[in-house]
């Protein structure tokens, strides 16, 4: 079955320190993955996407890893800010179909704190 | 900030009642998607457009409908809303990428909907 899972559910930082959420999944064939920043009452934003071939891609602050072999990744915020806080979404994409087939994760909800 | 409008922003209506979730945006994309979120949980994808006059079912089972009369709008309709209704929808359109596969998605701001 093609799921989704992250890690952890919640968390909670200081404003300024760094962080890393993890994602896992069993998506198969493997097409893409992505990571959304959705703010509370906002729809998902972009931040990331990365295809088979590729290990890392940053976006300012934003690092994601991929790794296809065990099928993990993980988002690093570095020197996070209040305006961080928000939900993070891996989302994984297929080849099964043109479409490319979105598995979304329920999502790790940060706080950043000051 | 994408090009994509969701109204109203939030609902709050009666059972039975008949209502429709608009949705639209400015970047010409052809691909047009809605999807269900509810608190905590995975969004779930319930319609899907290729384009004009093209709609399809998503994932999830859904007694709503949707039609795509043009490029730019995709509204969704509700005939008779129950509180199982209750929940936020989000539309979203997306521009190809250089892959196959790898379309990025813009995401509206989504309709809070609760059926009382």
């Known amino acids: 079955k093609n799921q989704v899972e992250q890690s952890p559910q919640s968390l909670i930082i200081l404003e300024g320190k760094n962080c890393t959420l993890q994602?896992?999944?069993?998506?198969?064939?493997?097409?893409?993955l992505r990571w959304y920043k959705q703010d509370t009452g906002r729809g998902p934003v972009s931040l990331t996407i990365m295809t088979f071939s590729e290990n890392t891609k940053s976006n300012g602050r934003y690092t994601a890893t991929l790794d296809a072999d065990t099928k993990q990744s993980s988002l690093h915020i570095t020197a996070s800010q209040l305006s961080d806080s928000a939900s993070y979404i891996c989302?994984?994409?297929?080849?099964?179909?043109?479409?490319?087939?979105?598995?979304f994760g329920r999502g790790t909800q940060l706080t950043v704190w000051p | 900030e994408a090009d994509i409008y969701q109204t109203p922003r939030y609902l709050v209506i009666g059972t039975g009642k008949k209502i429709t979730l608009e949705c639209s945006q400015t970047?010409?994309?052809?691909?047009m998607y809605w999807y269900q979120q509810d608190p905590g949980m995975e969004l779930h994808l319930i319609h899907y457009s290729y384009g004009v006059n093209s709609t399809e079912k998503g994932d999830l089972s859904s007694e709503s409908t949707v039609s795509r009369i043009r490029t730019e709008h995709f509204p969704l309709t509700l005939e008779s809303a129950r509180p199982s209704h209750t929940s936020q929808y989000l539309c979203?359109?997306?521009?190809?990428?250089?892959?196959?596969?790898?379309?990025?998605?813009?995401f509206g701001p989504g309709t809070r909907l609760t059926v009382l």
């Open positions: 970047m010409g994309h052809d691909k």
């Open positions: 994602c896992n999944y069993t998506v198969s064939p493997f097409s893409n």
């Open positions: 989302v994984v994409s297929d080849r099964g179909s043109t479409l490319g087939r979105l598995y």
């Open positions: 979203a359109s997306s521009e190809p990428g250089d892959l196959q596969g790898t379309d990025t998605q813009y």
